[in-house]
């Protein structure tokens, strides 16, 4: 019996060895559990828009330093529909516009129609919320997941 675990084992082992890295347990009498590596952080890898900066919960001094990014689809400026083109919205202290909604322009909704990626803006201290929201050329809101919230502490 201890042989049989042990050549299965070394099966296993060899397979995994042969596809990705692996994790070993020791256990007792020449047995050895194989498990695979756990699998890689894919959360950067979606499609949609981030902030590069601030961060999530980050306290922050006024003016507050924006700064913008996307993948899966391309920053252009406002005018034109082009299908996977764009451009990004600051909403402060709200949520995400509905897919096919026009982004409001007002002191709360910060158009950046000539395809800007940074910004600086004053908030004033205490807790925010900053969505980010990513719309077609005609201001058309490409829905929620097309936009990221984040909370910040101005001091």
Known sequence: MKKQIFMASMVALALVSCNQKANKTEVTD??????????VDSTTEQNGVYFISPKDGEVVKSPVVIEMGVKGMEVEAAGELHEGKGHHH??????????GSVVAK?????????GETSDTIQLSPGAHT??????DGLHQSYGKDWSKTISVTVQ
């Open 106 to 114: 007002d002191e709360k909704h910060i158009h950046y129609g000539k």
């Open 130 to 135: 900053l969505t980010l929201q990513f719309a």
């Open 30 to 39: 020449e047995q050895t559990i194989v498990q695979p590596a756990p699998p």
């Open 90 to 99: 600051l909403i402060i202290d709200e949520g995400y516009v509905a897919k």
